[in-house]
């Protein structure tokens, strides 16, 4: 069998999609979170977040292990992806993985107050009484770079604004 061929034909079959990362984060409550502790342990979790001038926020508990990974201000990965009822294929979900970094907002404060009214509104009255708890702190979540792919032959870079930047066409691809 001919791989180059086999290749090339494919590569003319997926034409890469239009990516539609806002459309993606707006149709999720949640985000998936990838920590590391202080020995360097990954810790994967949920969160559900809210969006607010380009950072995503958190309202998190120090009984969970990733809270202290991210008040520590470890390197941290979200992800936001298809839901997979949603999905035609499983192996091209659409998903937004962002490298990010963490920086917990000061209790009380104007931007405390505004992100709570943010969560709130998106997920209900019990943000009320959990931002009310002591163990729970708020997390700004920062974009600094991150890829989106929404289909076979369809990847991207993104930048801190979660603008695509390039598509990306790895030569990694290949057919064995």
Request: with cysteine.
């Amino acid at each position: 069998m001919n791989h180059t061929n086999t290749q090339d034909e494919a590569q003319k079959k997926a034409k890469p999609l239009t990516p539609k990362v806002k459309e993606l984060i707006g149709s999720t409550k949640s985000v998936i979170l990838a920590t590391v502790d202080a020995e360097g342990n990954p810790n994967s979790s949920y969160a559900p977040c809210v969006e607010i001038e380009n950072t995503f926020y958190i309202l998190v508990s120090f009984m969970a292990r990733h809270t202290k990974n991210l008040a520590e201000g470890r390197k941290i990965s979200m992800m936001f992806i298809e839901d997979e009822s949603a999905t035609k294929q499983m192996y091209a979900r659409e998903r937004l993985t962002i490298e990010a970094s963490a920086s917990q907002v000061e209790r009380d404060s104007e931007k405390w107050n505004t992100v709570v009214a943010g969560l709130k509104e998106a997920h209900g009255k019990v943000v009320d009484v959990i931002s009310e708890m002591k163990d729970f702190i708020l997390i700004a979540l920062q974009p600094v770079k991150g890829s989106y792919v929404n289909g076979f032959g369809s990847a991207y870079f993104v930048d801190e604004n979660l603008e695509i930047l390039e598509h990306r066409n790895d030569a990694n691809h290949q057919p064995k």
